[in-house]
């Protein structure tokens, strides 16, 4: 069974650039997250899709972020512009929602200079 | 608002060495838990799974237990090795369609 699969590996961007990720999750997942991982911290919750549609983005800076889920599949992630505090690993992990657990992607570093 | 702790924060053990890294939850009402692991620089491993109406999951060295009514849980290593050293993150699931929430993590480091 193929993984979580993300893309870029690593992006070093200039404040107030913008900057996108990609997730493509493991076939058949109807549940899609971003996480937000800020170097020493646990992962954060920044937005939950079920299939296409958004369950829960409350953690989501909506001013500079943004996130869509086409057609159920592929996901991207889009800052915008970016900031310093915004440097962290962003990771997208997909599961069954049916307790069966996530599977995680190896992450973006995104590092803002 | 679940809450994760993870104790301690940072362990370094030398080889061969048996060891205990503790999660606690401050919302009982879990789903299950999940037990990760993180070299630097990469993304999460899933380790091992614990359903609710379970007590522990074993794979390998690694044992991890689970006790609901008390809102912890413990990772056992057996016998470490310096290919263990790695961030150990736990992580709860309230229901099946909530977010996991994470603890801080425990870095561990084993000295050949």
């Known amino acids: 069974e193929a993984g979580v699969a993300q893309s870029p590996r690593y992006k070093i961007i200039e404040k107030r650039q913008s900057v996108a990720f990609w997730c493509n999750p493991i076939s058949g997942h109807a549940t899609l997250y971003w996480y937000q991982q800020i170097l020493g911290q646990g992962p954060k919750l920044l937005i939950q899709f079920q299939n296409n549609g958004v369950v829960d983005d409350s953690q989501l800076p909506k001013d500079r972020f943004s996130a869509e889920r086409l057609k159920g599949v592929d996901s991207t992630l889009k800052i915008q512009p970016a900031k310093l505090e915004d440097s962290a690993v962003y990771l997208c992990?997909?599961?069954?929602?049916?307790?069966?657990?996530?599977?995680f992607g190896s992450g973006t570093r995104l590092t803002v200079v | 608002k679940q809450e994760v702790t993870q104790i301690p924060a940072a362990l370094s053990v030398p080889e061969g060495e048996n060891l205990v890294l503790n999660c606690s939850f401050t919302?009982?009402?879990?789903?299950?838990l999940q037990w990760f692991r993180q070299d630097p620089g990469k993304g999460l491993t899933s380790l091992l799974l614990?359903?609710?109406?379970?007590r522990e999951q074993t794979s390998g060295r690694l044992n991890a237990s689970l006790d609901k009514s008390s809102g912890r849980s413990t990772l056992y290593i057996a016998a470490s090795q310096p290919g263990d050293s790695a961030t150990y993150l736990c992580a709860v699931w309230n229901s099946g369609n909530t977010p996991l929430v994470f603890g801080k993590g425990t870095r561990l480091s084993v000295i050949a």
């Open positions: 992990a997909s599961s069954t929602g049916q307790g069966y657990g996530y599977t």
């Open positions: 614990i359903q609710s109406s379970q």
């Open positions: 919302d009982s009402a879990i789903y299950n």
